[in-house]
């Protein structure tokens, strides 16, 4: 099966349905997305459904350069902004509520705090990631409610699909709390992506290629992935540094996440495909630290495979004779 042109055209010539692709012909020009730390917690932190976190976080390793407790929404917006517009000439934003439980606090607390990034001048748009356990219907109300005149996204950690791995690293929620979040959130029309690891020591290739599927299945609009990797100052490096698993290579993350991204349907956008922190902050693997490389080695591995988002998808669905019309399903933009 050749790499259909109506997909290449509509990505812009990548192999993938990229984000970043998605953001320009929506807003007609480039858009950044700004991390933002408000004084939220973490129910699985503070005790409410667990104590210590999930075993690979620390919340330092997303948290804005420039931060300090106690900022508002608009100096940390602002802050940000003159860095971008100096470094890559960024006009337009999206305000993203990254670190912590994005929706744990009280109703009016929320509120203020979204309406105020949006009402900051080149605010086009918010992205609020949270638990799937931490969505309650007057929280996914708000959020639908703000989505009617802006372009919102909700960015549900799920990290994998299997129980035992959230067992595993602790994460206090399993796979049916995501499902009740999704359909609760589908139900009200929100733009939905989920966040992915790839690469947990006690997972099998097989079990992490299951959830492309599910994710077709449930009709995800995005999904954020990456590599398992190691940040100081958690659970997992003292396990890692105990020598009990060993971390997927550069070449493996690739393999695997291209073999991922076949299974996908092309009407997710991809919103993220490796992750990276503070160099400072990063046990291992190194290679992680190096983005740019990491993603030239996916374009190569699906060049030389001449594969693309959906080739095994779109496969098993015409033999399946079932015929997607991927040319008439409309993306969420
Ligand atoms: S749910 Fe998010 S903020 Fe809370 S411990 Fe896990 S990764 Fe950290």
């Not at 320009?24 to 210590?52: A, I, Q, W, Y």
């Not at 919340?59 to 517009?85: C, D, F, W």
């Not at 929280?139 to 372009?151: F, K, N, Q, T």
């Not at 076949?262 to 291992?284: D, F, K, M, N």
């Amino acid at each position: 099966m050749n790499f259909p042109v109506d997909l290449k055209e509509r990505w812009g010539g990548r192999r993938y349905n990229s984000f970043n692709h998605v953001l320009k012909e929506t807003f007609h020009s480039r858009v950044d997305k700004l991390s933002l730390r408000m004084d939220f917690t973490c129910p699985n932190r503070d005790g409410t459904v667990t104590v210590g976190g999930c075993i690979y976080c620390n919340n330092a390793s997303h948290t804005p350069r420039g931060y300090h407790p106690g900022m508002s929404v608009k100096e940390q917006i602002e802050q940000g902004m003159a860095a971008l517009r100096q470094r890559r000439g960024a006009t337009k934003f999206i305000a993203y509520f990254q670190s912590y439980t994005n929706t744990y606090g009280p109703l009016s607390k929320l509120e203020r705090l979204y309406r105020a990034a949006l009402d900051v001048p080149g605010v086009v748009g918010l992205s609020i990631a949270t638990r799937p356990d931490c969505v309650a219907d007057d929280v996914l109300d708000l959020i639908a409610d703000i989505s009617r005149s802006v372009y919102v996204w909700l960015e549900l950690g799920l990290e994998s699909m299997h129980d035992k791995t959230l067992q595993w690293v602790n994460r206090g929620h399993g796979l049916r709390e995501f499902l009740d979040a999704v359909e609760r959130s589908k139900a009200r029309g929100l733009r939905l992506c989920a966040h992915l690891i790839l690469g947990f020591p006690y997972e099998s290739r097989g079990e992490m290629l299951q959830t492309p599927m599910l994710l077709n299945r449930l009709e995800i609009n995005g999904v954020k992935l990456h590599n398992l990797h190691v940040i100081k100052h958690t659970v997992l490096e003292k396990i890692y540094r105990s020598g009990a698993f060993t971390l997927l290579s550069r070449e493996a993350y690739v393999s695997l996440l291209v073999d991922f991204l076949e299974r996908l349907s092309p009407t997710i956008t991809i919103h993220r495909l490796t992750g990276e922190t503070y160099r400072e902050l990063t046990v291992a693997p190194v290679w992680s630290l190096n983005k740019i490389a990491t993603l030239n080695a996916i374009q190569k591995k699906l060049d030389e495979r001449d594969s693309w988002q959906g080739k095994v998808y779109l496969r098993r669905a015409l033999m399946e004779s079932q015929p997607t019309d991927v040319a008439s399903q409309e993306l969420m933009p």
